[in-house]
């Protein structure tokens, strides 16, 4: 199964242009990433990169991989931003009901 951080570090990989780049902004150590790079490869049964030297070239499958995380991120941070607001009173509906009753004189 593929999940957000798998997306997060394929982007963040081809944005820096290397593993440890990668792993400095997403605050893992390099080793770290590697293992999260293999280990997804090996989930999805396919390499998301040609490793020339030092340098990382996407692959078909990665490109397609990286497409999706290139949509679905905003969609996720800015639904943790709607929610948020929720969660502080600064966006949603507030309804108050109220029940009018007639008043008849005399009883």
């Given at each position: 199964m593929i999940e957000r951080n798998?997306?997060?570090v394929?982007?963040?990989?081809e944005s820096e242009g290397s593993l440890t780049a990668a792993a400095s902004r997403l605050h893992?150590?390099?080793?770290a990433l590697s293992h999260s790079?293999?280990?997804?490869?090996q989930q999805l049964g396919?390499?998301?990169?040609?490793?020339?030297g030092r340098q990382l070239r996407l692959t078909q499958a990665g490109s397609h991989l990286l497409a999706l995380?290139?949509?679905?991120l905003p969609q996720f941070e800015h639904a943790e931003m709607q929610i948020g607001q929720f969660a502080n009173g600064q966006a949603g509906t507030l309804?108050?009901?109220m029940e009018c009753h007639p008043v008849i004189n005399g009883c």
């Open positions: 798998h997306l997060e394929l982007r963040a990989v893992l150590t390099q080793s790079v293999r280990k997804l490869e396919t390499p998301l990169w040609f490793r020339e995380a290139n949509r679905l309804r108050i009901g």
